[in-house]
């Protein structure tokens, strides 16, 4: 009980924020000031259920972690919008745009009261300059994630 104890002493002491990352599974390669130094880049974004994210086509400024809730990605085609995927707490969405400088290739709403962190391209440079051992984190992150989508995309058209 007592190593417990030490634990939820030394979590307590960090930002809320970073409490709720240190034990998901996308940010056990960080440590808390890690987490801190990441965050600190990030703002806040609260949607209600219904709001849209982004729409397919808009500029991509930022990528978002979901916090609390989730969000519903949306494809259109001829019959209208089909749901993709579901990004739950801990995961990215929109990350490609960031990346690559694309527009959105899809639509995003939340599907419930949805707290999110929001990485700008500007903040994103400036983990690149101020703190490259934390955005060279991210990255690998990001690499490991769209490899595990891509992955999935491809077994799924395989089975079609």
Do not use: W
Request: charged letters at 25%; aromatic letters at 6%.
């Amino acid at each position: 009980m007592k190593e417990k104890e030490k634990v939820c002493g030394k979590l307590g002491s960090q930002p809320q924020i970073v409490d709720s990352f240190l034990e998901h599974p996308n940010f056990t390669r960080f440590s808390a000031d890690e987490l801190k130094l990441f965050t600190s880049q990030c703002k806040t974004k609260t949607l209600s259920a219904g709001d849209l994210l982004f729409s397919e086509g808009d500029l991509g400024l930022s990528m978002f972690i979901v916090k609390k809730g989730g969000i519903k990605i949306l494809k259109m085609g001829f019959l209208g919008e089909t749901a993709i995927a579901q990004v739950n707490a801990g995961e990215f969405v929109g990350e490609m745009a960031v990346i690559d400088g694309s527009p959105r290739s899809a639509t995003a709403k939340a599907i419930a009261h949805t707290e999110l962190l929001e990485l700008s391209q500007d903040g994103f440079i400036t983990l690149k300059k101020e703190t490259p051992g934390v955005a060279i984190k991210l990255m690998d992150l990001l690499l490991r994630l769209l490899s595990l989508r891509l992955r999935s995309t491809t077994a799924r058209m395989l089975k079609k």
